[in-house]
């Protein structure tokens, strides 16, 4: 596909945890650095975290860190957003993307999936 898919989401309680799956899209290479951003209702898209290629180096956004992970299988061009204590601002659509920086301003490369939505209760 040209463009990525994800899945996983749905409706949690706060503090609760969600695993997010993302299949890459048909240009992705294993060498490539794979992202996952998110938007909330009335907000625009926002970096959530980032992946290298070879998987050993992660950065997040700072509202997420320590709670969220990433990682990846290259094998099956897969990516993985792990969420743990989940808080009610966490409630957006989640995509993942193919990504170019410089950080901290890293851009999707691909054309944008559908994304999987995230709701949060409190």
């Known amino acids: 596909q040209v463009q990525p898919v994800e899945f996983g989401g749905g409706l949690v309680q706060a503090g609760g945890s969600l695993r997010l799956s993302c299949a890459a899209s048909?240009?992705?290479?294993?060498?490539?650095?794979m992202g996952w951003f998110r938007q909330a209702p009335g907000k625009g898209r926002e970096f959530v975290a980032v992946?290298?290629?070879?998987?050993?180096?992660?950065d997040y956004a700072d509202s997420v860190k320590g709670r969220f992970t990433i990682s990846r299988d290259n094998a099956k061009l897969t990516v993985y957003l792990q969420m743990n204590s989940l808080k009610p601002e966490d409630t957006a659509v989640y995509y993942c993307?193919?990504?170019?920086?410089?950080?901290?301003?890293?851009?999707?490369?691909?054309?944008w999936g559908k994304g999987t939505l995230v709701t949060v209760s409190s």
């Open positions: 993307n193919r990504v170019a920086g410089p950080a901290p301003n890293w851009r999707g490369m691909d054309y």
């Open positions: 992946i290298s290629g070879s998987g050993d180096i992660t």
């Open positions: 048909s240009r992705t290479r294993s060498t490539d650095a």
